[in-house]
């Protein structure tokens, strides 16, 4: 079985067609790579063949490179892994370029063959890279396709030639949403944007380009690059236009990045030195900062979590051994935000929704939610009025739980009272059928005691949902004491048709990720209680990769929303209640109005539109800043390690069962610094060893809360990590 194929029709012109057998989306490989270029010779050295249109015969081109590829890559250099590498790449480089020349004399620049490239769909990554060395680029008309370089996304940038193609293509300017961004665009986008020739109708596809190839002339297969007297758009970096182009970049990379992510200024680096040399050289310095990155502890990991360990998990690597689940229809009660958040996105899915509260209005409220976000999507251009009717006539806003009949999950998500919610649960249980699943969206109640209300606790089960649905990609699934495994199989497929990332975990006191998240935002309160500069607490935050820091996120999550968590922990927990000089800080800012960007006021000021202004700076009154403030790095330990520990003591605990999910569900769930892949990731850079003398300082200093759990302690006297240790067959990049 091969992943492309070779046929040369009646006229001469040769089609390659990618398709992978086995995949729904073709990957490139590295048998993949010497394929095409065996087939690419055939053609080249045929005098029949007169062209090549290089295609998909899946509905898509291509989703990217088997990012594994890179992994055995460096596993099979041995002692040389960045040789490796970099072999590795300049060989695919040198596929590309022979795709490029075709076979035309380098000197004259005569005498190639026209190759095209027909995208029926989607192509990223290297499934654009490789249309890039085409001479022409035809896409479908489909605007479900997307075009675009993501590499950024997973901590690397494109290294096939994309970076370099794509700046000679377009200039620096134009090309950076597309690089440093990792912008995707329809096909009609792309083609506006210049990054594709032409967009013809599917059903033309093969047939254009095959007419393209036939007509060609030598003069339209030479790339501008390669033509005498070249000059970039937008000017090189040497150039008045150009330096203030790259200078500009390099600010606005740095303001993005707060120089912890290493792709993006690579890739900067690799634009800028690259524009200053003839092309093959910029080739070589493109593939030795691709290099670079990839041998950055941070790439590596960034790769682990946010492509190999996260497809993992939304393919179902931990899901029970059961049928199919999938929701046929959906019932939510609560139509406030999280209600009406999962109605929407479940309508969006193709699910039937009943959304029922107390009150008709209300229930009207929270369709009318849905409406609002696809309204935003229309002004977008995402969403059509035809997709627009589609999703609202999927969703019954009512108060008659009658209407549950026929509901297949339950999804319900209203006050975290118990009792309430005890209230829902047997007025539900009476109007559905027996085999019907019940989840509560809950975010700190505990899943056991809430099922003691249900008649059937091993159909119960918690559905954790992140506020604003539409856009948070995490759900966290809750397996109570009681919950059977396919309550866990429905909720995993359920999570799965609506296209997010879910994690599974055990139940305790705020499951996983309020149980991190919770300790960094008390942690940032205790300094400002401490006297620590408000600002440098906040900065430290982001100049270590957390995209808020933690005053500002108290004020997005809301104070008073703080203040109940509070109160509802010390009744639980009475005198092992660890939050006791938190507290005086919350209360106080609660009885001062402060409630945060809800109310307009919190640790930060906003305008009269809610847009924050800066600190608050009645803070200092209250807490007076401290002559001596702590270094930088002091700050920036205690809000990762008060995270980082947390993770580690729920894995001790049971609560999370496999460190993929702890490390996918940080960077989605909370943002724990994507740089280092999560906190697993982040100990396992570290090292164990460092990482336990590190939290012995931090625990003399300020508390027990920082003191090394058992595990990590073992782990440093046994030299372990927590991928050697716990999750061999996740294999890193």
């Known amino acids: 079985m091969t992943d492309f194929t070779y046929a040369v029709d009646a006229e001469g012109v040769a089609t390659i067609t990618w398709d992978v057998p086995g995949k729904s989306m073709n990957v490139m490989s590295l048998a993949g790579f010497a394929e095409l270029d065996g087939m690419i010779d055939r053609a080249l050295a045929d005098a029949a063949v007169k062209g090549v249109v290089l295609t998909s015969g899946k509905t898509d081109f291509a989703g990217g490179m088997d990012l594994n590829v890179i992994a055995r890559m460096k596993e099979e250099g041995g002692a ?62 489909n605007p479900k396709a997307r075009i675009g370089l993501p590499e950024i996304m997973v901590g690397i940038f494109p ?29 009609k986008g792309a083609k506006a944007a210049g990054v594709v020739d032409e967009v013809v109708p599917a059903d033309e596809l093969l047939a254009r380009a095959k007419e393209w190839v036939l007509a060609a002339k030598e003069a339209d297969l030479v790339k501008p690059w390669d033509q005498k007297g070249y000059k970039m758009p937008g000017g090189t970096p040497y150039h008045p236009a150009g330096f203030m182009t790259f200078v500009g970049a390099s600010a606005m990379v740095h303001s993005k990045t707060m120089g912890v992510y290493p792709a ?106 849905s409406e609002a976000l696809l309204d935003k999507g229309i002004q977008r251009r995402k969403v059509t009025a035809e997709k627009k009717a589609e999703v609202l006539a999927r969703i019954t806003a009512t108060t008659d739980y009658a209407a549950l009949a026929g509901c297949d999950l339950i999804v319900e ?34 899943i056991s005691g809430l099922a003691k209300a249900s008649q059937r606790p091993e159909q119960f089960i918690g559905i ?63 300094m400002v209680a401490e006297g620590v500069e408000p600002v440098l607490v906040e900065n430290a935050a982001k100049l270590v990769g957390m995209p808020l820091g933690p005053l500002q ?62 600190l608050w700076d009645g803070l200092e009154g209250l807490w007076p800043v401290a002559d001596a403030q702590p270094e930088l790095t002091e700050v920036q330990h205690r809000l990762l390690f008060v995270q980082g520990l947390e993770a580690v003591r729920a894995l001790e605990e049971g609560v999370l069962m496999d460190i993929r999910e702890g490390d996918v569900g940080a960077i989605l769930g909370w943002g724990f610094a994507p740089w280092s892949g999560g906190p697993f990731s982040w100990l396992d850079m570290i090292g164990a060893a460092r ?43």
Not at 113 to 132: D, N, R, S, V, Y
Not at 702 to 728: I, N, Q, T, V
């Open 264 to 369: 993006a200024k690579a890739l900067l680096s690799a634009v800028y030195e690259g524009a200053m040399v003839p092309f093959d050289t910029a080739l070589k310095i493109e593939a030795r900062w691709f290099t670079n990155v990839l041998m950055n502890p941070s790439s590596t990991a960034m790769i682990r979590s946010l492509f190999i360990n996260k497809e993992a998990l939304e393919k179902g690597a931990l899901r029970p051994a059961l049928p199919e689940q999938s929701v046929r229809k959906l019932g939510v009660i609560g139509a406030g935000m999280m209600g009406a958040g999962i109605a929407h996105v479940s309508a969006s899915a193709g699910i039937q929704v009943v959304l029922i509260d107390a009150a008709q209005e209300a229930a009207d409220r929270g369709k009318a939610h």
């Open 691 to 733: 990482a336990v003398e590190l939290c012995d300082g931090l625990a003399a200093r300020h508390g027990g809360r920082f003191a090394a759990p058992k595990l990590l302690r073992e782990m440093a006297d046994k030299g372990e990590s927590f991928y050697s240790r716990f999750a061999p067959q996740s294999r890193a990049a």
């Open 159 to 187: 290294g096939a030639g994309g970076t370099t193609r794509l700046v000679r293509k377009m200039g620096a300017m134009m090309a950076a949403p597309l690089l440093l961004e990792g912008k995707l665009s329809d096909p």
């Open 464 to 526: 954790h949902f992140f506020s604003p649905v539409d856009k948070m990609m995490l759900v966290e699934i809750i397996r109570g004491k009681g919950t059977g495994d396919r309550a866990v199989a429905k909720a995993l497929d359920f999570v799965r048709q609506i296209r997010k990332t879910p994690i599974v975990v055990n139940d305790a006191r705020f499951f996983y990720a309020n149980r991190c998240i919770i300790p960094y935002i008390n942690e940032g309160i205790r």
């Open 553 to 614: 996120l108290v004020d997005e999550t809301s104070i008073d929303l703080g203040v109940k968590i509070a109160k509802a922990t010390r009744a639980a927990m009475g005198d092992a209640y660890p939050d006791g000089a938190v507290d005086p800080v919350l209360f106080a800012m609660a009885d001062q109005g402060r409630l945060g960007k809800k109310a307009n006021a919190g640790f930060y000021t906003y305008d009269a539109a809610g847009k924050r202004q800066g």
């Open 80 to 141: 040389e892994p960045a040789k490796a590498v970099f072999e590795g790449v300049m060989m695919m480089h040198a596929v590309l370029r022979k795709i490029e020349r075709a076979g035309m004399d380098p000197k004259t620049l005569k005498g190639g063959k026209p190759i095209a490239a027909a995208l029926p769909g989607t192509a990223l990554g290297i499934g654009l890279e490789l249309p890039l060395a085409c001479h022409r680029i035809f896409a479908a008309e």
């Open 413 to 446: 998500a209203v006050f975290e009272d118990p009792k309430v919610k005890a209230e829902v649960t047997a007025r539900v249980e009476a109007a559905v059928g027996p085999d019907c699943i019940f989840a509560t969206n809950t975010s700190t109640l505990p």
